[in-house]
């Protein structure tokens, strides 16, 4: 059974810092690609980062500079590391693997706030 559980979520002050995890359980993880996505309070999901297999990465515009992702195929995780957070940042994090057959996972959201 395929299992994605993201950690490392919380409460921040802006121009702080945290890093989510992402672990996988249950499938091959070296061959997904891994994706970050983001749902603020009354709007549409999404996409924040992504990663491919070969590590190979894309962000959006609104967090280029300021998040960076990552993976370790040894440990079956793929991380988050945001910093010079803004309260516009705030939103339920999810992560999600998605495969070139098409298999798509997610996992069930971490609770990001900015917030002085």
């Known amino acids: 059974q395929v299992q994605l559980v993201e950690s490392g979520g919380g409460l921040v002050q802006p121009g702080g810092s945290l890093r989510l995890s992402c672990a996988a359980s249950?499938?091959?993880?070296?061959?997904?690609?891994m994706y970050w996505y983001r749902q603020a309070p009354g709007k549409q999901r999404e996409l924040v980062a992504a990663?491919?297999?070969?590590?190979?990465?894309n962000y959006a515009a609104s967090v280029k500079g300021r998040f960076t992702i990552s993976r370790d195929n040894a440990k079956n995780t793929a991380y988050l590391q945001m910093n010079s957070l803004k309260p516009d940042d705030t939103a339920v994090y999810y992560c999600?693997?998605?495969?070139?057959?098409?298999?798509?996972?997610w996992g069930q959201g971490t609770q990001v706030t900015v917030s002085s």
């Open positions: 999600n693997a998605v495969s070139v057959i098409g298999h798509n996972y």
């Open positions: 990663i491919g297999s070969a590590a190979g990465t």
């Open positions: 249950g499938m091959q993880f070296s061959i997904y690609t």
